[in-house]
């Protein structure tokens, strides 16, 4: 964890199982809700936040050369634990033994 103004950044790792879906969720559990998560690694980025209008959360998903907004990959939060289901092992970030790479940024108290 990097302490920079007023926020700090935390970075950690994760190996895919290659599930997805509903009743097999990526699960991260933070110290504390974070303000924005970024996970990427093996054709995925995805940057996950709440701050915006109305308590949205916004994916950015990354396949190869280009980049969309994802309306497959369903985050949520309960406390400081993030699941995310998607459609596929992709849209999830969960492919089988790809290593995932997650960024952490919480607001400093």
Do not use: H, M
């Amino acid at each position: 964890t990097v302490a920079a103004g007023s926020c700090s950044i935390e970075t950690s790792t994760y190996t895919g199982t290659g599930t997805y879906g509903t009743a097999n969720p990526t699960t991260l559990t933070f110290p504390k809700k974070p303000t924005v998560v970024i996970i990427f690694g093996d054709w995925s980025l995805l940057l996950i936040t709440d701050k915006f209008s109305a308590g949205k959360t916004a994916i950015l998903r990354y396949y190869g050369n280009y980049a969309s907004w994802s309306d497959n990959c369903y985050p949520t939060w309960t406390g400081s634990t993030l699941k995310i289901v998607g459609g596929n092992e992709q849209d999830q970030a969960n492919r089988q033994g790809a290593l995932y790479q997650v960024v952490a940024s919480y607001e400093q108290e």
